[in-house]
């Protein structure tokens, strides 16, 4: 039998749900900003009047539903 101190037990335990919740922080984390680029994939802000706009047409220069202007597909961020 493995003789094993009550404090290296006690470490050992600390150290095994210490590790569980960072990966499951990780985890979660990665998939919190998956689904966010995911749900901002197609959208696009128009740099004259700033109005926000889904287009999930592939096309290089969408154009603004608001004031009809052309805007380039930039990587859109949430805050
Ligand atoms: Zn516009």
Do not use: K
Request: hydrophobic share 45%; net charge positive; with cysteine.
């Amino acid at each position: 039998m493995i003789r094993v101190s009550l404090t290296l037990l006690i470490f050992i335990y600390l150290a095994l749900f210490l590790t569980a919740v960072f990966a499951l922080w990780i985890w979660f984390e990665w998939n919190r900003q998956r689904r966010e680029r995911h749900a901002v994939r197609h959208r696009v802000r128009c740099s004259l009047c700033a109005f926000e706009f889904e287009d999930p047409s592939e096309e290089p220069l969408p154009r603004c539903p608001r004031c009809g202007s052309l805007n380039e597909r930039e990587h859109f961020r949430i805050l």
